[in-house]
């Protein structure tokens, strides 16, 4: 079945250091991506999508490119802040009604 | 703002007691979700109404049990449960294509939660 599996953190970095986030995935057919950010005591906001191939998400500096021959959508930012400080969650969504959830990548940003 | 508002936001309850988690969305969405998040687990799929059907994930114990009135409320009503239990539920929506089109489900909107404690 369908699956998405993204980097373990948590991850921690400096204000403005670049950032990286893995997310590779399997599916049948041509699935919309997802990236999706939790803040503290909040529930999951739409970060960015794209929804076929080579397509671009971005939003707030952030961005992932949609990579068929690699199956992968990767997250960066190339200058992170403390603001920034959440759990990332990769998903997709294929055939049928259900959303396929990474387990979340922890970001901590320090000042 | 969110399209989709859960209540209550917090709920402490008894593993005796019966308590139910409302959801609704204001987004027209045809598809409805529950959602289970523990610490240091993946987010769990519970249930999904879509199109009147009802899809559940079989893992599900039976003292959660889901109703979905209409297309824009969702339920989960709770009865003696275990300390296991306590977590963050959210509830989520999205569009889904009917069947026989392009098959298309948009990004799913969230609610902010509902943080369940069982003492």
């Known amino acids: 079945g369908d699956s998405v599996t993204q980097m373990e953190g948590p991850v921690t970095l400096s204000e403005e250091a670049f950032l990286t986030i893995n997310c590779t995935y399997t599916?049948?057919?041509?699935?919309?991506l997802f990236w999706y950010v939790q803040y503290p005591g909040e529930g999951l906001q739409l970060l960015l999508k794209a929804t076929k191939a080579d397509d671009k998400g971005s939003n707030k500096g952030f961005e992932a490119t949609y990579r068929k021959e690699t199956t992968s959508f990767h997250l960066e930012k190339g200058s992170v802040q403390v603001s920034d400080s959440a759990v990332y969650f990769c998903?997709?969504?294929?055939?049928?009604?259900?959303?396929?959830f990474g387990a979340g990548t922890r970001l901590f940003v320090k000042a | 703002e969110t399209g989709v508002t859960q209540t209550p936001r917090h709920l402490v309850m008894g593993m005796t007691n019966k308590k139910s988690l409302k959801c609704e969305q204001h987004l027209g969405h045809n598809a409805m979700y529950w959602y289970k998040q523990s610490a240091k687990k993946p987010l769990e799929l519970m249930f999904v109404y879509s199109l009147e059907e009802r899809v559940e994930n079989n893992s599900v114990p039976s003292r959660f049990s889901p109703e979905c009135p209409n297309s824009s409320h969702l339920f989960l009503h709770l009865h003696t449960l275990q300390p296991e239990d306590s977590a963050l539920y959210l509830c989520?929506?999205?569009?889904?294509?009917?069947?026989?089109?392009?098959?298309?489900?948009?990004?799913?909107?969230f609610g902010q939660g509902t943080r369940l404690t069982v003492v």
């Open positions: 989520a929506s999205s569009q889904y294509s009917l069947p026989g089109t392009y098959r298309m489900n948009t990004e799913a909107f």
């Open positions: 998903a997709l969504s294929g055939e049928g009604f259900k959303t396929i």
């Open positions: 599916a049948t057919g041509y699935p919309s």
